[in-house]
């Protein structure tokens, strides 16, 4: 069976904060200061394609927490030279198979590139079929920039001051630890925020805090960029175009779907507490009734005044107060060229899908919910992508629509 797109793997033995090709003076491609690298002749980005017999990729948003956890993936692929021998002192990558160094991941499908990985080396193993082979089979083990910046703490941040906004704040933390400006998509926010308290805490840990604070989405991409989503973009990413996928052979047809109907994210009951600020809580007479209190509690957030953190706490509160119907998981078939081909590569985080699922008795279930993460398991002969998928907070206003024209529901 041949794959109507071809995954390509690419290792990068260098030092430096993201895949980005080293600066050549003058060069249109790689000579942009703040997103080329500057690095020695020794670095080398080497193909390692035809020798990779199977990639997962894993990346998602934590349910519970509503927080994004690091992407990973695993590559293993053959090593029929011993180049990949880390003693090996013959080798021409010696000595630069390290941890910390760089592997990426993206296909080209109908001539558009999708980026799926990139991130740092964490581990090398080296296995054999039997003692009768020379060949050792390589397992890499990669995770995204999360981990570094879950392994370098800071104290204050230089410029912080009152009333800075979420994407602001954002970019000054990451100046911290010298991340080039060229290499994030950051937006702005409008949550105004308290300055910085100088306490010492890594610096996921502070960024994830003005997350939190604005109710957005941080994130690595699979470029490698952080990224971060305010509340306005997420909104109208929600309200977008949606794919439509269905079991009917109507519209683009999924291999596996995991739909739950569960408490899991019931809370009726929110308290949210700015560093500077008292308590702030509301709750659901109604949802409380039918549920039994379910409380939700965050502190230590930025928000400048309890009026903004009362505000964020109405919204956390709409989101939760009912149990709705899930779809946790959308599952698609790339082995063979198809219609769901394109949108399993060209799906972002927080894009809409629409999903029909066909029941018993003649009923159906259809929701609209947005991508929260991708899962891809690759080998020679297969691929099989995965969405994990949640309801948006909430989705931009659209006049005189019947799902996005809701007043006290869509945004404005």
């Not at 080329?36 to 193909?47: E, H, K, P, R």
């Not at 941040?157 to 630890?177: F, H, M, T």
């Not at 739909?259 to 949210?272: G, H, K, M, P, W």
């Not at 965050?298 to 009026?307: A, D």
């Amino acid at each position: 069976m041949t794959l109507p797109c071809q995954p390509v793997v690419q290792i990068r033995l260098g030092t430096g904060p993201a895949f980005a090709n080293d600066f050549v003076l003058n060069d249109p491609d790689n000579g942009i200061l703040g997103t080329n690298v500057l690095g020695g002749a020794n670095i080398q980005q080497i193909d390692v394609s035809n020798l990779t017999q199977q990639i997962s990729i894993r990346h998602g948003r934590d349910r519970m927490f509503e927080q994004y956890l690091p992407a990973q993936a695993t590559i293993q692929f053959l090593d029929f030279t011993g180049d990949w021998n880390p003693a090996n002192s013959n080798s021409p990558y010696y000595p630069e198979i390290k941890p910390y160094r760089q592997v990426k991941v993206y296909t080209t499908y109908n001539g558009t590139q999708y980026n799926l990985f990139a991130g740092y080396i964490w581990s090398w193993d080296y296995q054999w079929a039997d003692q009768s082979v020379d060949y050792a089979i390589v397992t890499i083990q990669a995770i995204d920039a999360f981990r570094t910046f879950a392994l370098a703490n800071i104290t204050n941040v230089s410029g912080a001051a009152n009333k800075d906004l979420p994407g602001e704040r954002i970019n000054l933390i990451l100046d911290e630890i010298g991340w080039p400006s060229g290499l994030r998509e950051i937006d702005t926010g409008d949550t105004e925020l308290e300055n910085d308290p100088g306490d010492v805490r890594t610096v996921l840990e502070a960024i994830q805090t003005v997350e939190q604070s604005d109710l957005g989405t941080f994130f690595i991409d699979p470029t490698g960029k952080p990224t971060y989503y305010d509340r306005n973009h997420l909104s109208t990413l929600a309200s977008g175009t949606a794919y439509q996928f269905d079991d009917t052979g109507t519209n683009i047809q999924y291999q596996d779907i995991d739909i739950n109907y569960d408490e899991t994210e019931l809370a009726n009951q929110v308290t949210l507490t700015r560093l500077s600020g008292s308590p702030q809580t509301v709750s659901d007479t109604a949802s409380i009734n039918e549920y039994f209190l379910r409380s939700y509690e965050r502190s230590g957030l930025m928000m400048e005044t309890n009026t903004l953190a009362l505000q964020r706490a109405n919204q956390i509160l709409n989101y939760r107060k009912q149990v709705r119907i899930r779809i946790d998981s959308l599952t698609l078939d790339l082995s063979s060229d198809s219609n769901r081909v394109e949108p399993a590569l060209a799906l972002g985080i927080g894009e809409p899908i629409v999903v029909t699922k066909q029941m018993a008795g003649g009923s159906s279930i259809t929701l609209r919910v947005t991508v929260q993460g991708h899962n891809h398991d690759i080998t020679p002969s297969r691929w099989k992508t995965t969405f994990t998928t949640a309801y948006p907070l909430s989705t931009a206003f659209v006049l005189d629509s019947a799902e996005l024209g809701i007043l006290g529901t869509n945004t404005l």
